[in-house]
Structure formats: structure tokens, C-alpha cells
């Protein structure tokens, strides 16, 4: 346990669905991301909130939509999904950002995109 | 890209110290080494992390070397369960650059075998 969970751990969708991907800390940290891995290649950073501001976005397409309500928890929203969005979706969260300390990685949620 | 170069796999005895090598001959004065393991499907892992002294935690001990520009990672009694991807990463506060972001390359596969 790292004190960051993610849900739901797998998720089906079509490409027409709207679901949305939900990640909690509970370490107190003020930095929460969002990175994606897809088969046979490297994790990629997608997002990054600091103090719920959102200080960096990758190049991500816009169907793919974050959220940080709080400190504790971040979203991302799913809409109109392509197949090769089907990848382990990552949270994690460190102390502070910018700043120099370790990330905590939660579980994953492994999307497919039918 | 990531500013680290690790070799793509290793095999280690159960029960050995297993030395997993990285090179980052480009790192800057206020950049750490980290280090990162993922076993399968599961979210990375944070290791130890440093600047220039050496480290040790339960986990492991890192090396630095005096330059900076390489470093080892050794977990001292490898188990079956340390069969993992091992990431070694380089970040800090860099003006104009990422700030504190984890930058994954495609890392080590150490095999640990019985």
C-alpha cells in the first residue's frame, strides 16, 4: 500500500462511452499526476496539478479531461476514446511540485477501448 | 527523452547483490538520481534517491560516483521478489525545463533467478 488508490483497476469501454478515472492520496501531499503506459513503451507523463492548479499538460489530446477538486483527489474524464488509448493508466503523488522528493505511484487502472 | 542510459535487461542469483548500472553523463549540479522499480502491472515504485553522497535505505544502497556522471543501484540480497523493471531517472529544479518531473526511460529488467 502506498496511500494512493486508484478505481477502478480495469475498465472496458467503447469508443463512444464517457467514463471518467478516479485517483485518492492519503499521504497529504500537495502534487497529484497523471501518466500513461502503453504496452512496450515507457511511462508518459500526461498531467501535473500542484495546489489543485493545473501547472502542466503534455500534449495530451482533449479527450482526455483532468480534474483536482482538492489536493486529495484527481480525475480524468474520458470521452470519445480511441483504440490505442488502451493503456494502464497511472496516479501519483508527491510532496510538492516543482520540487525534489519521490513520486507515489497508486495501482493503475487498465483501460481497454473496444 | 530520458537523460539516463541503463542496459536493457540483468539476471541476478537469489540470495546475491544484484548491481544495476546507470549512466547519466549529462546531469547538472542541482539534479538527483533516482531510482524506480515496476514489477509487472503494478505502478512504479520509489527506491532511494541522492545528489552526490551515497545512500542506503532498507530497500537498498545507491553509488554515486565522484563526477556524478554515473551511478549503481545494489540491493544487497536479491529475493524472487525483486524480479522487476528498475528505472534509474535524473530530475530537479531546472530553469525552463521540467520542474521535479519524472522522465521514465524503458529502465532495467533484472531477472532474479532461483
Known amino acids: 500500500e502506498t496511500g494512493v488508490t486508484q478505481t477502478p483497476r480495469h475498465l472496458v469501454m467503447g469508443m463512444t462511452n464517457k467514463k471518467s478515472l478516479k485517483c485518492e492520496q492519503h499521504?497529504?501531499?500537495?502534487?497529484m499526476y497523471w501518466y500513461k503506459q502503453s504496452a512496450k513503451k515507457p511511462l508518459e507523463l500526461m498531467f501535473v496539478y500542484s495546489l489543485e492548479e493545473r501547472v502542466e499538460n503534455n500534449s495530451v489530446p482533449s479527450r482526455f479531461s483532468p480534474e483536482c477538486p482538492n489536493s486529495s483527489h484527481l480525475f480524468l474524464h474520458l470521452h470519445t476514446l480511441q483504440p490505442e488509448d488502451s493503456a494502464l493508466y497511472l496516479c501519483?503523488?508527491?510532496?510538492?511540485?516543482?520540487?525534489?522528493?519521490?513520486?507515489?505511484f497508486g495501482p493503475g487502472t487498465r483501460l481497454t477501448v473496444t | 527523452d530520458a537523460k539516463t542510459t541503463q542496459p536493457p535487461s540483468m539476471d541476478c542469483a537469489e540470495g546475491r547483490a544484484a548491481n544495476l548500472p546507470c549512466n547519466h553523463s549529462t546531469i547538472s549540479g542541482n539534479e538527483y538520481v533516482y531510482w524506480y522499480r515496476q514489477i509487472h502491472s503494478q505502478g512504479p515504485q520509489y527506491i532511494i534517491h541522492g545528489l552526490k553522497n551515497n545512500e542506503t535505505n532498507e530497500m537498498a544502497s545507491l553509488i554515486i560516483t565522484e563526477d556524478r556522471k554515473s551511478s549503481t543501484l545494489i540491493l544487497p540480497h536479491a529475493t524472487l521478489r525483486d524480479t522487476a523493471v528498475y528505472y534509474c531517472i535524473v530530475s530537479g529544479l531546472n530553469y525552463g525545463g521540467s520542474q521535479g518531473n519524472l522522465i521514465f526511460g524503458k529502465g532495467t529488467k533484472l531477472s532474479v533467478k532461483p
Open positions: 501519483a503523488s508527491s510532496q510538492e511540485n516543482p520540487g525534489v522528493g519521490e513520486q507515489y
Open positions: 499521504l497529504g501531499h500537495n502534487a
